[in-house]
């Protein structure tokens, strides 16, 4: 099992909670599941959300269609779209006229007046997109006057969002009623079934969605952020600047890379809990480091027209390797959507943070329906449902691995209301408490911004020891090596990198990456006998490594 896993499982032990998330009650009772009859993973998926989020098992549905992630409109309208709405009008989860018309795709004309859905939730086997049909092609303008919009391919969960709509066309796109809502009415609430999906490369991954989702809930999100931006458009940068900004206001300690590029693979990327980035085709950085996983709750966002072609596979694209690798929730696009049209993840974390769940946040953030965006993840999940107050609170039942995140959160927010003594205060009695690596190198760039090195050097003095490392600590112990060097110490910085490199972990790339680092570092030390036998260390601890 996974340590990450473990940590995140002895957490949710810790302070589980009786019952369901706030709110979710009455929500889970109003979730239709959509199963793919054809493949018993996708009902075994099915069966699980409905066990865990307590929705009646006779919200599934389950049709037989095709076991493809990409279909044609004849199958989509024959084998999802129609039996799908034929069963929610017969059960009364539609309310509405079923006419003998049908439209040029073959679907049913009704007369709709409401409908009773909290979420529609396709399970892994639904196919994922619908490929276009230049048959069923016909203008409809003014959005295809714009010839990027000429196209009638889709993703599947975008056209069930009007399952309860009427006579809609499905070229180009609709604008999402819901998009920047705060208080959407009756009838646009009718007008959209808000879907999710749970999928991903394998069954137990796409079952892991609302597993994670419900661990988080219990004890909060809780972790670091980070923002990846300089894109290839300054309107991307705008939306993850923004998003930036909120990231701060809710207090998460959080690293920003601004130059083209993405993260770096040896960049410091501990307990991802929010991720927001763009722009490359596949995942790539400190998360393809073979073990990487995230913390339990965690949203990442890629910005990139490709990322969710595709989500059987954990290596291409994003949305299925973001999934492979532990996310909670995510958003993508089976198509191109254009920017302009994609998930904003600026509105989708404003959402979030006011108390929304994923489901109601994704529908917030996106402009378009009938289009290529989709939402990966379990609608009813609630990241801020418990508050940082109550984390705080609970802090000693946590993991050390986990409460100094809780505790750098806490601390971020006394600043921010100028509680700067009260923060300090705080910070050094948490580090006396729980002297764990992450408040160590928390407190020691405090001590580096107010120019007191031999203050950064004492509260590091215990790293240089340390030989063994936490998942994820590996980048921290690094950040704690670069401190001790450039505040004066270089031969404890060369001891934490000899341990390091010790680490069977470590790719190749990174080893020779910081083994340059640790030596440039051994060439500062006075003691020249001490830096040549630091040296040598260095050389032993990264050809034993390798072995």
């Known amino acids: 099992m996974n340590a990450l896993r473990k940590i995140s499982l002895i957490l949710a032990a810790a302070l589980a909670l009786a019952g369901s998330s706030r709110g979710a009650v009455g929500e889970a009772a109003r ?32 049709l037989s269609m095709p076991t493809t992630e990409t279909i044609s409109w004849s199958e989509f ?16 989860w539609i309310d509405a006229i079923q006419m003998d018309l049908r439209d040029e795709t073959g679907r049913r004309k009704v007369a709709v007046s409401s409908h ?36 009638n391919q889709s993703a599947v969960d975008s056209e069930l969002s009007l399952l309860a709509a009427t006579d809609r066309s499905i070229n180009g796109y609709l604008a999402n009623p819901l998009f920047q809502n705060d208080r959407p009415n009756s009838w646009q609430q009718n007008e ?15 079952n892991a969605l609302v597993d994670y989702a419900m661990e988080a809930e219990r004890v909060g999100l809780i972790g670091r952020a980070y923002v990846d931006t300089g894109g290839i458009q300054p309107e991307g940068d705008e939306w993850l600047h923004a ?23 040896d960049a410091r990327f501990d307990a ?115 508050s940082i107050e109550e984390q705080w609170n609970g802090r000693a039942q946590l993991p050390p691995a986990m409460a100094g995140y809780v505790t750098l959160r806490r601390v971020h927010l006394l600043e921010i209301d100028q509680h700067d003594d009260e923060a300090g205060a705080m910070l050094d009695d948490s580090l006396k408490a729980d002297p764990s690596l992450i408040l160590q190198v928390a407190v020691a760039e405090r001590r ?35 401190i001790l060097a450039r505040s004066g110490n270089p031969m404890s910085a060369v001891k934490v990198y000899v341990n390091l490199l010790r680490s069977p972990e470590l790719s190749a790339s990174i080893r020779a990456t910081w083994l340059k680092e640790a030596r440039e570092y051994a060439g500062t030390i006075r003691d020249a006998s001490a830096a040549a036998e630091l040296t040598r260390e260095l050389a032993e601890a990264s050809a034993g490594a390798k072995k």
């Open 243 to 265: 998003a930036l900004g909120m990231i701060g206001a809710l207090g998460f300690d959080t690293d920003v890379e601004e130059t083209r590029a993405t993260f770096g693979p």
């Open 192 to 206: 959209v079934v808000r879907v999710s999906r749970l999928d991903g490369p394998t069954a137990d991954e796409a």
């Open 448 to 482: 580096v911004h107010d120019h007191d090195s031999p203050g950064a050097l004492r509260t590091l003095r215990s790293v240089p020891a340390l030989t063994t490392f936490l998942p994820g600590e590996l980048s921290v112990a690094r950040e704690a090596a670069v």
């Open 272 to 386: 991802p809990a929010l991720y927001f980035g763009w722009y490359t085709p596949n995942l790539n950085g400190p998360m393809a480091a073979p073990g990487f996983h995230f913390p339990p709750g965690a949203i990442a966002v890629h910005i990139h027209s490709d990322s969710a072609t595709t989500l059987r596979s954990a290596e291409n694209g994003w949305a299925g390797p973001l999934v492979a690798r532990g996310v909670t929730a995510t958003v993508g696009n089976v198509f191109e959507p254009y920017l302009q049209l994609l998930h904003r993840p600026q509105l989708l974390l404003r959402a979030l943070a006011k108390g929304g769940s994923f489901g109601e946040a994704a529908y917030f953030a996106l402009p378009a329906l009938s289009w290529q965006s989709i939402a990966i993840g379990d609608p009813l999940y609630r990241p801020f449902a418990r």
């Open 116 to 151: 009773r859905i909290s979420y529609l939730v396709t399970c892994r086997g639904v196919p994922l997109r619908i490929r276009h049909d230049p048959a069923l092609y016909r203008a409809t303008p003014p959005v295809t006057d714009n010839a990027i919009f000429q196209t």
């Open 31 to 62: 979730v239709i599941l959509l199963a793919n009859r054809d493949d018993p993973d996708s009902l075994r998926i099915a069966r699980h959300y409905a066990e865990v989020r307590q929705v009646p098992v006779e919200n599934i549905v389950a």
């Open 77 to 92: 309208v024959a084998t999802i779209w129609q039996p799908l709405q034929d069963e929610l009008i017969r059960r009364q």
